[in-house]
Protein backbone atom coordinates (compact mmCIF):
# COMPACT_ATOMS: atom_id res chain seq x y z
CA UNK A 1 0.00 0.00 0.00
CA UNK A 2 2.43 2.53 0.75
CA UNK A 3 4.00 2.01 -3.06
CA UNK A 4 0.31 2.86 -3.85
CA UNK A 5 0.01 5.93 -1.49
CA UNK A 6 3.45 7.74 -2.70
CA UNK A 7 2.03 7.37 -6.70
CA UNK A 8 -0.94 8.67 -5.64
CA UNK A 9 -0.02 11.60 -4.01
CA UNK A 10 3.23 12.10 -6.81
CA UNK A 11 0.23 12.44 -9.54
CA UNK A 12 -2.59 14.45 -7.91
CA UNK A 13 -4.94 10.80 -7.69
CA UNK A 14 -7.66 12.07 -5.14
CA UNK A 15 -9.87 8.99 -5.33
CA UNK A 16 -9.69 5.90 -3.43
CA UNK A 17 -7.75 2.97 -3.62
CA UNK A 18 -9.13 -0.06 -3.76
CA UNK A 19 -7.73 -3.52 -3.00
CA UNK A 20 -9.73 -6.38 -4.88
CA UNK A 21 -9.59 -10.29 -3.82
CA UNK A 22 -6.59 -11.33 -5.74
CA UNK A 23 -4.06 -14.27 -4.84
CA UNK A 24 -2.59 -14.15 -1.03
CA UNK A 25 1.03 -13.89 -1.42
CA UNK A 26 3.68 -13.72 0.82
CA UNK A 27 4.65 -10.02 2.03
CA UNK A 28 8.45 -8.97 0.35
CA UNK A 29 10.81 -6.77 2.04
CA UNK A 30 12.85 -4.83 -0.80
CA UNK A 31 16.09 -4.53 0.20
CA UNK A 32 19.10 -2.63 -2.06
CA UNK A 33 21.47 -4.62 0.31
CA UNK A 34 22.76 -7.14 -2.12
CA UNK A 35 23.63 -3.93 -4.93
CA UNK A 36 25.44 -2.52 -2.18
CA UNK A 37 27.53 -5.92 -1.51
CA UNK A 38 28.72 -6.51 -4.53
CA UNK A 39 28.72 -3.38 -6.49
CA UNK A 40 29.02 -0.47 -3.48
CA UNK A 41 25.89 0.72 -5.22
CA UNK A 42 23.70 3.41 -2.70
CA UNK A 43 20.43 4.89 -3.98
CA UNK A 44 21.06 8.81 -4.21
CA UNK A 45 17.27 9.57 -3.11
CA UNK A 46 14.90 8.03 -0.58
CA UNK A 47 11.95 5.85 -1.42
CA UNK A 48 9.51 9.24 -1.44
CA UNK A 49 11.66 11.30 -3.71
CA UNK A 50 12.65 8.39 -5.70
CA UNK A 51 8.48 8.03 -6.48
CA UNK A 52 8.80 11.74 -7.05
CA UNK A 53 11.97 11.81 -9.36
CA UNK A 54 9.77 8.79 -11.30
CA UNK A 55 7.00 10.40 -11.53
CA UNK A 56 8.76 13.71 -13.06
CA UNK A 57 10.30 11.85 -15.90
CA UNK A 58 7.74 9.77 -16.91
CA UNK A 59 5.51 12.93 -17.25
CA UNK A 60 8.49 14.33 -19.35
CA UNK A 61 8.83 11.24 -21.35
CA UNK A 62 5.80 10.50 -22.40
CA UNK A 63 3.27 13.17 -21.63
CA UNK A 64 4.14 15.04 -24.75
Sequence with gaps: GEICKAVAQNVGFRGDIRWS?????????????????????????????????TVLWYKESYEK
Design 21 to 53: AGPVMKPRILSNSLAKRLYGWEPKAGFKQGIKN
